[in-house]
Nanobody
Framework: QVQLVESGGGLVQPGGSLRLSCAAS????????MAWYRQAPGNQRETVAT???????NYADSVKGRFTISRDNAKNTVYLQMNSLKPEDTAVYSC???????????????WGKGTLVTVSA
């Protein structure tokens, strides 16, 4: 069974930094697109950043220049380095990955449970 587990959330002051991690585990044949999403109270979920298996990245305009997504394929892990954090970055951040499990012909999307990031003085 494939699982995604996030870590690294917490409380940080405006202007501070946090690094989120998301590790995939289980019987994995291949991991393709990986991404971070976030959802603030009362808002819809939005895409923060995506990264392909080849390392091509894409970012929401609101985080460009401040956030960096990266992945370690050997560790089945995706990271989100968040710098210059703002109060409006406060949200639950969730990891998403398109994974083909072993013994399965097709892949599908998997989600982590999310980790809370709070930016406040």
């Amino acid at each position: 069974q494939v699982q995604l587990v996030e870590s690294g959330g917490g409380l940080v002051q405006p202007g501070g930094s946090l690094r989120l991690s998301c590790a995939a585990s289980g019987s994995i044949f291949g991991i393709y697109r990986m991404a971070w999403y976030r959802q603030a109270p009362g808002n819809q979920r939005e895409t923060v950043a995506t990264i392909t298996s080849g390392g091509v990245t894409n970012y929401a305009d609101s985080v460009k220049g401040r956030f960096t997504i990266s992945r370690d394929n050997a560790k089945n892990t995706v990271y989100l380095q968040m710098n210059s954090l703002k109060p409006e970055d406060t949200a639950v951040y969730s990891c998403n990955a398109f994974i083909r499990a072993e013994f399965e012909q097709n892949g599908r999307n998997y989600w982590g449970k999310g980790t809370l990031v709070t930016v406040s003085a």
